[in-house]
């Protein structure tokens, strides 16, 4: 039998632009991560640093300054002490998620009570891609269509598969995140999930304290007059896709025993998780079998589920999950705080995100009782987690 592995709490620095003028141009990804490990620490000052049993860390592209073995650098530079150690870890979009189940894990067998987990992408410095050198036996061998390899081809592709998702249901979809994550600004969601970040640029030092990427002046007809770069003709555009960000952010998760000593508050546990592969050339359809597997394997429905945060890599592949769930386009069951269409996709880190908005949604929403954190993930997979009040 095994045992609870809590959420204790969960921080982020504000979501930059990949862009040359991005909050982020002059920053390096290790000192985003460092930010945030150390803002987890001063919000639990219980918590001895040097009582951290591991720093689990993604990163897509481990190479420059998100490589050297992420974990074990990053315990070192935020200070946490020598005897820390820590690992890297890369499933693409889903980094985070991974990170967590696998800290999560190793709570549960009884081996660690204190794990820091998370992820950090930096887009602009590592675009996606720019640094792989992808087999040639992928497309010589026809292990895979090329398109699998180019991840707007693969949005282009499901909506082949799913003709009824058309683009002006994406479009409204689109502009749902856009709505739903201005409003959570104005209320305060994020306020317990990002910290300030001091950074350079161009007219010196600045504190940039609030994401970065939304449009909160978009419309039905904006986004309709947007080109779709990937298909002539196609659907999907960059309004209703995921933009090109930077960012990074992690959670702290606890024993039954370490939130005894240490007189934390825990405020869900990791209940099961799931992942799946899928198609390549379709990999937006992950979230489907990886949540339809979830939930079987614990006995529920998705009447039984009381929010979803879903990753938005593309409008398509939200737009046909809650298709195959039966749930209206405007769901207020699905990303209730908006997404990342709006707030932005810097790839490994997104799933801590996702996390803490689910135990934000806990905290504000009383009689909530089960949430489910959930990614597609390219070269055709999919994820998916269920958390549980405490």
């Known amino acids: 039998m095994t045992a609870d592995a809590f959420y204790i709490d969960g921080v982020r620095v504000p979501i930059g632009r990949a862009r040359p003028d991005g909050y982020y141009a002059k920053t390096r990804a290790d000192d985003l991560a460092v930010?945030?490990?150390?803002?987890?620490?001063?919000?639990?000052?219980?918590?001895?640093?040097?009582?951290?049993?591991?720093?689990?860390?993604?990163?897509?592209?481990?190479?420059?300054?998100?490589?050297?073995?992420?974990?074990?650098?990053?315990?070192?530079?935020?200070?946490?002490?020598?005897?820390?150690?820590?690992?890297?870890?890369?499933?693409?979009?889903?980094?985070?998620?991974?990170?967590?189940?696998?800290?999560?894990?190793?709570?549960?067998?009884?081996?660690?009570?204190?794990?820091?987990?998370g992820g950090v992408e930096h887009m602009g410095g590592h675009p996606m891609g720019a640094e792989v050198d992808p087999n040639p036996r992928f497309l010589s061998d026809k292990?895979?269509?090329?398109?699998?390899?180019?991840?707007?081809?693969?949005?282009?592709?499901?909506?082949?598969?799913?003709?009824?998702?058309?683009?002006?249901?994406?479009?409204?979809?689109?502009?749902?995140?856009?709505?739903?994550?201005?409003?959570?600004?104005?209320?305060?969601?994020?306020?317990t999930h990002v910290v300030p970040m001091t950074v350079f640029s161009e007219a010196g030092w600045r504190v940039v304290d609030t994401d970065e990427h939304p449009r909160p002046g978009t419309t039905l007809e904006s986004l309709s007059g947007l080109r779709s770069p990937f298909r002539t003709g196609g659907y999907v555009t960059a309004g209703n896709a995921a933009g090109l960000n930077d960012g990074a952010g992690g959670v702290l998760l606890a024993s039954k025993a370490a939130v005894e000593e240490y007189g934390l508050t825990p405020r869900m546990r990791l209940v099961d998780y799931t992942f799946v592969g899928v198609e390549p050339e379709t990999m937006g359809y992950g979230p489907v079998p990886a949540t339809d597997k979830l939930l079987d394997r614990a006995g529920l429905s998705m009447d039984d589920i009381d929010v979803i945060d879903m990753n938005e890599a593309f409008a398509v592949q939200c737009v046909a999950f809650l298709d195959h769930f039966d749930l209206p386009v405007g769901s207020d069951k699905v990303n209730p705080y908006g997404g990342a269409i709006a707030l932005g996709h810097p790839l490994a880190f997104s799933g801590a995100r996702l996390a803490m908005q689910v135990a934000t949604y806990f905290e504000r929403n009383p009689d909530a009782q089960r949430g489910i954190t959930t990614m597609c993930i390219g070269l055709g997979m999919g994820a998916a987690a269920l958390w549980e009040r405490v």
Not at 64 to 89: C, F, N
Not at 165 to 182: G, P
Request: include cysteine; aromatic fraction near 4%; charge should be negative.
């Open 35 to 117: 930010r945030s490990i150390r803002a987890l620490l001063e919000r639990n000052p219980s918590v001895p640093p040097d009582r951290i049993d591991d720093v689990v860390w993604a990163a897509t592209a481990q190479v420059g300054d998100q490589g050297l073995t992420l974990g074990r650098s990053l315990a070192i530079l935020a200070g946490l002490g020598k005897t820390v150690p820590g690992y890297a870890l890369d499933r693409m979009c889903a980094g985070a998620l991974t990170s967590i189940v696998n800290a999560a894990n190793a709570i549960r067998v009884g081996a660690q009570d204190l794990v820091l987990a």
């Open 143 to 191: 292990l895979v269509d090329p398109t699998a390899l180019v991840m707007g081809n693969t949005a282009e592709n499901l909506h082949d598969d799913h003709p009824e998702v058309t683009r002006e249901r994406c479009d409204e979809f689109a502009l749902i995140s856009q709505e739903r994550t201005a409003k959570a600004q104005a209320n305060g969601v994020f306020d």
